[in-house]
């Protein structure tokens, strides 16, 4: 029997993401406006992909040590100017430019920086933006010395006297916190010490972003990265947290457990004077799993009204060894007023005792938040993947993840926030990793659903891992490079990750209608650079057909119909790169209905 296609009028109506708002398991839906039209919160900069500069000559096995051949570099040229990316990630390694060690002296001749330099003349020549920044430099004495952060400074001083000005954004080291033995402090030593070595170079220190964090923790509490955490591990005495507010009528609470805690014995207590104290009984929820390699539990504290003439309450968590806790949010509510702490800072606690840390407790949570509130950088950097492959989590996690914590980052300091890294996590570890998943018809599905998310939660731009491939191990690309041309076949997800990188232009506005189940919906006015006009991205996660009716102030438009299905994404037989399926002439001031099959991808564009 022929199923129905479902229908939902998605007028333009504001994200909303709240902090105590909802379950992460059902997402509450944006809040419909009763007119105009509500953008997204972002600068959007565009959609791109990490790549390796390198070329990794059939031939040879040590990587690096071929320089482009012109039909290689054709192939790739051809391919990423079809892409037209808003942002491009190009790291460095330190041996191709200073294989020597002694900071100061330079080779910029290698193979390897002619392969560099010659893809970023290409980018330059196309006005694509670049980020930049070395991988290693993770030994903690070199990282935090002068001469590191001259090294990089040398470094970008060579890229602006080559002239690529189209360099964006430098970024340190990748990932410094993860596996690396660096703590926070030690990043910021580093960040100090690189604005000095830029100011004497005489370069921008509103370059430096970061801290290229490995932030995909960030789902196990749900995008929240201002959580007070408990490390009991050392903890000699129970930890208290004490709230301050006369005249207290009640309140409620969100907390976070790891999995080895029964979460029992937290317990809540109020008092007249601050030195009397009386036990509360309070109703909380039960445990519900976030979706991270290490899950959280999350448990709610249901409204409580407190005794008349309360003017404190205290959060005791009694010490347990080898577990770790947090709180959330703490919401104190008087006859005048309601206050939410959001447990970013202790400035709204009257006393503590130590022990709790600041924020979230993991190395995975705590520095993008932070540098925010230090005002370390003027660009916000991290990496975000999700665990739809590894772990079959649900593909709707991601927008109030990324929301939460991108309302976070700008309500510290009203920063840009780029995800410099973005996709699936892949099963297994190292180098046992399995990238398969890469070649399956859904990923195409999987990788445009996550880009809708992360445009629609309030991100400025998002980098693919990635374009072509790392090593013949590394199969994340759109397709491998070490293949010959001619047999560099696209996998996929080239068909949709191209489509959203070439028709959500940098300088679109972003907008983020209402949505059916199981259906992601974007709209996007362009720039003028990029013809002034519309597009429309309908992502399907569900097995039926569904039509969304679209409202927006377009006039009579005519639009191209990209369709990526099972049975029909219509391709140049030549280069394999995405056609119209169809086109559409219509006004949407009205509202206009839009297709979309089951398990598929709809794109309707003005550009071209």
């Not at 970023?120 to 670049?130: D, K, N």
């Not at 993860?178 to 005489?202: E, I, Q």
């Not at 208290?240 to 029964?262: H, I």
């Not at 195409?444 to 400025?460: K, P, S, T, W």
Request: net charge negative; charged share 15%.
């Amino acid at each position: 029997m022929q199923s129905r296609s479902a229908r939902w009028r998605a007028h333009a109506v504001p994200l909303v993401v709240a902090a105590l708002a909802g379950s992460l398991l059902a997402p509450s839906a944006p809040t419909p406006a009763a007119a105009g039209e509500h953008a997204v919160d972002s600068t959007w900069r565009g959609l791109g992909y990490n790549q390796d500069p390198l070329f990794r000559g059939a031939g040879d096995d040590t990587p690096g040590n071929d320089e482009w051949t012109d039909a290689a570099f054709q192939q790739m040229t051809q391919r990423v100017d079809y892409i037209r990316p808003g942002l491009v990630r190009i790291m460095i390694n330190r041996p191709w430019f200073n294989p020597s060690g002694v900071v100061g002296s330079y080779a910029w001749d290698t193979p390897q920086m002619k392969n560099v330099f010659r893809v970023l003349a290409h980018y330059r020549q196309q006005g694509t933006s670049v980020v930049t920044g070395m991988w290693g430099l993770n030994d903690r004495a070199f990282y935090t010395s002068a001469d590191a952060a001259r090294l990089q400074a040398d470094l970008m001083a060579k890229f602006r006297d080559q002239g690529y000005s189209n360099i964006v954004q430098y970024i340190g080291i990748n990932e410094p916190n993860s596996g690396t033995g660096l703590k926070y402090g030690d990043w910021v030593t580093a960040t100090t010490n690189l604005r000095t070595a830029f100011g004497a170079a005489h370069l921008d220190a509103n370059l430096i972003g970061g801290p290229d964090t490995a932030e995909a923790g960030i789902a196990a509490q749900e995008g929240d990265l201002g959580l007070m955490s408990v490390p009991v591990r050392n903890a000699g005495t129970d930890q208290n947290l004490v709230w301050r507010a006369d005249g207290l009528t009640g309140f409620s609470a969100r907390l976070y457990r790891t999995p080895d805690d029964t979460g029992a014995d937290w317990t809540f207590q109020t008092s007249k004077n601050g030195s009397t104290w009386t036990n509360l009984t309070v109703a909380q929820s039960g445990p519900v799993v976030t979706y991270a390699t290490t899950p959280w539990y999350r448990v709610d504290v249901s409204a409580r009204t407190v005794p008349t003439g309360t003017n404190y309450l205290r959060l005791t968590m009694p010490k347990r060894d080898g577990i770790e806790r947090a709180v959330s949010t703490i919401t104190l509510t008087t006859a005048v007023a309601s206050i939410t702490d959001p447990m970013n800072d202790l400035t709204q606690t009257v006393s503590h005792t130590p022990g709790w840390t600041y924020p979230g407790g993991s190395a995975a949570n705590d520095w993008w938040l932070q540098s925010a509130l230090d005002r370390q950088v003027a660009q916000h950097e991290a990496h975000f993947y999700v665990h739809e492959v590894d772990l079959g989590s649900p593909p709707d996690y991601p927008e109030a993840v990324v929301a939460e914590a991108v309302r976070q980052l700008k309500a510290a300091d009203g920063g840009s926030v780029i995800l410099g890294e973005t996709g699936m996590k892949a099963p297994g570890d190292g180098d046992d990793k399995d990238y398969s998943f890469t070649s399956e018809y859904a990923h195409g599905v999987r990788m445009a659903d996550l880009a809708v998310q992360e445009a629609r939660a309030g991100v400025d731009g998002a980098m693919a891992w990635c374009l072509d491939g790392y090593d013949k191990a590394v199969q994340c690309g759109m397709w491998d490079h070490y293949q010959s041309p001619g047999k560099a076949t696209l996998r996929p997800w080239f068909y949709t990750w191209s489509l959203l990188c070439r028709y959500l232009p940098s300088g679109s506005r972003i907008f983020a209608p209402a949505q059916p189940a199981g259906v992601r919906v974007l709209k996007a006015k362009l720039p003028a650079s990029a013809g002034g006009g519309w597009t429309f991205v309908l992502v399907n996660r569900g097995s039926s057909p569904a039509t969304v009716s679209m409202t927006a102030q377009t006039g009579t438009i005519t639009l191209d119909k990209y369709v990526y299905s099972p049975d029909r994404a219509p391709a140049d037989p030549a280069t394999g790169f995405p056609v119209p399926a169809d086109s559409l002439r219509a006004s949407f001031d009205n509202g206009h209905d839009l297709t979309v099959g089951g398990n598929a991808v709809a794109v309707f564009t003005t550009a071209h």
